[in-house]
């Protein structure tokens, strides 16, 4: 194998690597976005439940105890909600509000928490 082999491959092997480099970012980013989506989803799952039980509430019931599916209790204040969604890793500044929190604390966040 002369250098000129040698090198060709090298170039083969570098263009390689790039194109991977560029999938996983790719797939980073499509990643990211899942798990916004599915943080979305949750939240509106959550509020509709919530809405579920006040409708389900406000009918008398008539069947029998204890045949109804348990509703996901819903927990009380906003600030608590947030502290809890920026926990669960998403930025709840105003900044980037509801976006995945990809490079730990965000002191927009934090000052926001402090407030
Ligand atoms: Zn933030």
């Known amino acids: 194998m002369d ?31 899942l798990l916004e989506e ?3 989803l949750s939240i509106e799952n959550q509020q509709l439940r919530k809405v579920l039980k ?3 509430e406000e ?11 348990p509703v996901v209790p819903t927990s009380g204040g906003g600030i608590d909600n ?6 669960e ?8 509000y509801g976006h995945l929190r990809t490079e730990g604390d965000c ?5 926001f928490l402090k407030k």
């Open 3 to 33: 250098k000129q082999d040698i090198f060709a491959q090298i170039h083969q092997l570098e263009e390689q690597m790039g194109m991977a480099y560029a999938d996983l970012s790719a797939l980073k980013q499509r990643v990211i976005l």
């Open 38 to 40: 599915n943080q979305r």
């Open 54 to 56: 006040e409708v389900d």
């Open 59 to 69: 009918t008398p019931v008539t069947e029998v105890a204890g045949t109804k599916e």
């Open 82 to 87: 947030l502290a809890r969604l920026y926990q």
């Open 89 to 96: 890793g998403f930025h709840i500044c105003n900044v980037y």
């Open 107 to 111: 002191l927009f966040c934090l000052s």
